[in-house]
């Protein structure tokens, strides 16, 4: 199936299904009321006219109003093939596929009927709907309800198109009736703070004055919270790594000042020499210890948080389970 372009007209083309004329074909053709693509046979090939014509794919992809568009294609969908047995044509010929469903600029809807062709009208339909359902805004609620609503019509083995259409029709019938709730409410409201602007007033004021009693509460209560346990190790951490390393620079800078002072002595052999070396050894040792207990809290601290999160992971899959 491929597009070609004639002159200014455009055609979807497929190769032909059937020999010689059908009744089929003479019934699309004469029958202009039909929501169906004209379709022309030359040779071999059926040469379907979409002049003027968009298919799903584009305009699915152009969309604005996404709920919109999609109840306008599944209503003209239904319709066509509620209108193919006024006409004794068979819906198992329709090919109802993304690419073949088209619409003009009116957006009416215009499906391709292959004469010759013997498909599954059920199952080509819930491939559209799995389509629809693969690739819609699944934020949007009401769209959600309404193509996995037909989904489930249409893949019942006993489905009808009355039963689709009803359920489309309730849905509509639903909506506008919340709207219209909706702007009975807004005007009675309207109506209300027209007559009574001191008590809206009033109450706008006290609505206020609640709101701002709230914030002080919520405030006071987050600085009486406390911090989180996790959190509070995590900074004891930081805190005693950030120490740790002070403590380490500072030994590693009296040993450096210690061997620099025993060979000033050592070299100009003062009496103070074999002073220089228990400072020396004291710096270290002094050093040493600091490093170590530092160390050591940094250790502890870290198990103790690799406890906890052990603890939550298992506390997590048990509530899980």
Do not use: W
Request: one cysteine or more; charged letters at 30%.
């Amino acid at each position: 199936m491929e597009k070609r372009q004639e002159g200014f007209a455009t055609y979807l083309c497929m190769q032909a299904l059937e020999k010689g004329y059908s009744f089929e074909r003479q019934m699309i053709e004469h029958n202009r009321q039909l929501m169906l693509l004209t379709v022309q046979k030359r040779e071999e090939e059926y040469y379907f006219e979409i002049q003027d014509k968009k298919d799903f794919l584009t305009l699915f992809e152009e969309k604005t109003n996404e709920y919109r568009f999609i109840r306008t294609v599944l209503f003209g969908v239904v319709k066509c093939l509620e209108q193919l047995d006024d006409f004794l044509l068979k819906p198992d010929s329709v090919m109802l596929k993304p690419e073949t469903i088209f619409l003009d600029a009116n957006r009416e809807v215009y499906l391709c009927y292959v004469p010759g062709y013997e498909g599954n009208i059920q199952q080509e339909f819930c491939a559209f709907m799995e389509y629809l359902m693969k690739y819609i805004n699944h934020k949007e609620d009401r769209l959600v309800v309404l193509v996995y609503g037909i989904y489930h019509i249409v893949r019942e083995q006993q489905y009808s198109l009355l039963a689709v259409r009803k359920f489309m029709e309730e849905r509509e019938e639903g909506e506008a009736s919340l709207a219209e709730q909706s702007v009975d409410g807004q005007a009675d409201k309207v109506i209300a703070i027209s007559d009574n602007k001191e008590v809206v007033k009033e109450a706008l004021n006290t609505a206020a004055k609640d709101n701002r009693k709230q914030i002080d509460k919520i405030n006071e209560t987050n600085e009486g919270m406390q911090e989180p346990y996790f959190y509070q190790q995590k900074r004891e951490l930081f805190k005693a790594k950030k120490q740790g390393i002070i403590a380490v620079t500072t030994a590693l800078l009296l040993l450096f000042a210690g061997i620099s002072l025993y060979e000033a002595m050592f070299i100009y052999h003062t009496k103070a020499q074999g002073l220089a070396l228990p400072l020396v050894a004291v710096g270290c040792m002094l050093g040493f210890l600091i490093s170590f207990y530092k160390g050591f809290a940094i250790y502890k601290l870290r198990r103790d948080i690799h406890k906890n999160i052990v603890a939550d992971e298992q506390e997590s899959e048990y509530n899980r389970e």
